[in-house]
């Protein structure tokens, strides 16, 4: 399904087929929907290009769609996840970031000013060179024409698609509380939902090992 299939199928979900009531909020709704299965599914990842640090380089600039990451190598060695404030507790006598060696963990900064993932420690003539790669969750490309398609084209989740309709559907209806309907109506929308980020879960295999997050609803191991 691509974006003008998609919004008629939030439309019939939130029956709305004059697309009268929700006029002009639909692509917006979508977008939202897809970002919000991919943080809750994670079935969607990417590879971030491989890197050779020389020796003195610790820093590298993250990938402009980077959500979170899934795995960080060096050498083909996995590298451990870790704080500042961790290495901070444990570099008592001198400065963390000066420290250097073959890389063994590293630090993501995901916030705007920084937007890095920092080696720790530091590769030095001995240790650098090697590859340095990471899988990552990448935030989808924003749907803005009709002939998009969601989650960034990739055609093995269009089985997943009607969810993100029914999310979006979901999320439109939350301002019609008059209605008595609209719990129920809600309730079976977020189970559409439910069911298509854990049949992602299940068929991608990238959460066995920790819970998915659902907004609004309780977790699934």
């Avoid at 920084?114 to 720790?120: A, V």
């Avoid at 698609?161 to 509380?177: D, I, K, T, V």
Wanted: net charge negative; glycine share 4%.
């Amino acid at each position: 399904m691509n974006l003008a299939s998609l919004t008629s199928a939030v439309t019939l979900f939130a029956q709305d087929a004059a697309q009268s009531r929700y006029s002009g909020l639909y692509t917006g709704a979508l977008n939202q929907a897809q970002q919000q299965f991919c943080l809750d599914s994670k079935s969607l990842w990417a590879d971030w290009p491989a890197v050779y640090p020389t020796a003195g380089q610790q820093t590298f600039s993250l990938p402009t769609d980077f959500m979170f990451e899934k795995k960080v190598t060096y050498n083909g060695i996995k590298l451990n996840p870790v704080s500042r404030a961790e290495l901070e507790r444990e570099m008592t006598d001198t400065r963390w970031d000066t420290v250097t060696g073959r890389p063994t963990r590293y630090i993501i900064d995901p916030e705007k000013a920084r937007r890095s993932l920092t080696l720790y420690p530091i590769p030095d003539a001995n240790s650098a060179g090697f590859d340095l790669v990471m899988t990552y969750y990448p935030m989808p490309a924003d749907m803005t024409q009709p002939t998009d398609i969601p989650l960034n084209g990739n055609p093995i989740m269009a089985q997943f698609h009607l969810g993100l309709a029914a999310w979006a559907a979901w999320y439109l209806l939350q301002g019609e509380a008059s209605d008595p309907n609209i719990p129920a109506k809600k309730k079976a929308l977020l189970d559409i939902y439910n069911d298509c980020v854990s049949q992602a879960a299940e068929t991608f295999q990238n959460t066995a090992s920790e819970p998915i997050r659902l907004r609004g609803v309780r977790n699934y191991v």
